[in-house]
T-cell receptor, first 111, second 115 residues
Framework: DQQVKQNSPSLSVQEGRISILNCDYT??????FLWYKKYPAEGPTFLIS?????DKNEDGRFTVFLNKSAKHLSLHIVPSQPGDSAVYFC??????????FGKGTSLLVTP | DAGVIQSPRHEVTEMGQEVTLRCKPI?????LFWYRQTMMRGLELLIY????????DSGMPEDRFSAKMPNASFSTLKIQPSEPRDSAVYFC?????????????FGSGTQLSVL
């Protein structure tokens, strides 16, 4: 009963192009959403977040869009760089500060 | 800042053996989380502590799993007896007081293989 779902296990994009990673959720009560990035042999690190009262948040090359009616959010990376190759996790807070994570999407940016 | 420190980085053991994973959170952080990552289930929360007290252990898969936090600077996750299906990467994370998920800091994980 995953409340946060990432249905694409992997994505391959050419350097310089846009990467779009998608996430769906089931709980309309989530206050905010987050994206974490994970490199091999390292723990996940926080990337960007968005409050449920907003529909867009931008930080440099990274933008997260929230569509509450569709219970969908997406992470856009423009332009994509080889160093962006990593696993990206979508997350939302459960009770208290515990996070629900999706299964992750592995992004490969090719030169 | 040393970050969240987990040990060991890798653990290989035989089915039936006891396994203990260790975590030192970032100094000053008062929440500690244990997560497990598998291909099938992704990152799943096992247990979290606030001010050394277990708040939610509903993610602990079975009685074979137990976790303790005897003080603010140390936590253990124990599996006894271990089984091959416990093979996964186990992450410890901590967060400072009064913050949301964006302040969740993860360790590098323990790769557990149960043969």
């Amino acid at each position: 009963d995953q409340q946060v779902k990432q249905n694409s296990p992997s994505l391959s994009v050419q350097e310089g192009r846009i990467s779009i990673l998608n996430c769906d959720y089931t709980n309309s009560m989530f206050d905010y959403f987050l994206w974490y990035k994970k490199y091999p042999a390292e723990g996940p690190t926080f990337l960007i977040s968005i409050s449920s009262i907003k529909d867009k948040n931008e930080d440099g090359r990274f933008t997260v869009f929230l569509n509450k009616s569709a219970k969908h959010l997406s992470l856009h990376i423009v332009p994509s760089q080889p160093g962006d190759s990593a696993v990206y996790f979508c997350a939302a807070p459960n009770s208290g500060y515990a996070l629900n994570f999706g299964k992750g999407t592995s992004l490969l940016v090719t030169p | 800042d040393a970050g969240v420190i987990q040990s060991p980085r890798h653990e290989v053991t035989e089915m039936g053996q006891e396994v203990t994973l260790r975590c030192k959170p970032i100094s000053g952080h008062n929440s500690l989380f244990w997560y497990r990552q598998t291909m099938m289930r992704g990152l799943e929360l096992l247990i979290y502590f606030n001010n050394n007290v277990p708040i939610d252990d509903s993610g602990m898969p079975e009685d074979r799993f137990s976790a303790k936090m005897p003080n603010a600077s140390f936590s253990t996750l124990k599996i006894q007896p271990s089984e091959p299906r416990d093979s996964a990467v186990y992450f410890c994370a901590s967060s400072p007081p009064g913050t949301g998920g964006e302040k969740l800091f993860f360790g590098s994980g323990t790769q557990l293989s149960v043969l």
